[in-house]
């Protein structure tokens, strides 16, 4: 029934509820009582006794593709479609769908203290804890631009002093809160992917061995979204 006009399936729908009556005069132009119709149906759940919800909307399904791909689908576009009389007003200009695309933003980062941080090593000869201090940082899903600070040699209290700043390119999708991020899958891909994640920044803190795999101390992991 959806190639059918408004007023046909409004007179069948009554036919098969033996509702015999006409809801239409014949002096009534057209487009009138094909508004009417649509009207009646939308609203047809309202109407006591005989009233009962109707299907939904027809919502029709179309293919996607792309000029550099013909033949081969992009995926599928579901709408409806509106018709207007030309007398009315314009509905409006039509809705650009192509995909937003992100710009470049820039994460600053300034590390300039740290407090507290645990002692993890011991002098063998007086039992004095210290730690030699550093940061890493770098933003969750690019790890390729992992960052340090320099090291704070001999903290008896936890205490770094740093002033170092990070500074983290990246693309961003400000109407999603998403950052954009285009990368092989792995060294045997021929193309990247693109793929959207929350901005995270990743901040850790280690102790530096000179001798031995460094130590992890501590970890922070805040969205760059709420700022």
């Given at each position: 029934m959806h190639h059918l006009s408004p007023s046909h399936c409004l007179n069948t729908y009554?036919?098969?509820?033996?509702?015999?009556?006409?809801?239409?005069?014949?002096?009534?132009?057209?487009e009138s009582y094909e508004h009417l119709a649509l009207r009646v149906l939308h609203s047809w759940e309202d109407i006591p006794e005989v009233g009962c919800?109707?299907?939904?909307?027809?919502?029709?399904t179309r293919p996607l593709y792309h000029k550099d791909k013909p033949g081969m689908e992009?995926?599928?576009?579901?709408?409806?479609?509106?018709?207007?009389p030309k007398d009315m007003p314009q509905p409006g200009p039509p809705v650009d769908?192509?995909?937003?695309?992100p710009k470049g933003y820039e994460l600053r980062v300034i590390i300039w203290n740290t407090e507290d941080v645990i002692l993890e090593d011991e002098n063998i000869f007086t039992g004095q804890k210290s730690s030699d201090i550093y940061v890493k940082g770098w933003l969750k899903g690019l790890e390729d631009d992992k960052q340090e600070t320099d090291v704070h040699y001999n903290s008896l209290t936890g205490e770094g002093n740093f002033n170092w700043r990070f500074l983290f390119p990246f693309q961003y999708l400000p109407a999603e809160k998403q950052m954009v991020i285009?990368?092989?899958?792995?060294?045997f891909s021929l193309e990247k992917m693109e793929c959207k994640t929350p901005a995270v920044l990743v901040l850790q803190v280690w102790d530096?061995?000179?001798?031995?795999?460094d130590d992890f101390l501590g970890k922070l992991a805040a969205s760059s979204c709420s700022y």
């Open positions: 009554l036919t098969d509820k033996s509702l015999y009556f006409s809801l239409f005069h014949a002096e009534e132009t057209v919800r109707l299907v939904p909307e027809h919502i029709e992009q995926g599928r576009l579901q709408m409806w479609v509106d018709m207007f769908i192509s995909p937003r695309k285009t990368k092989r899958e792995n060294i530096f061995e000179r001798l031995s795999s």
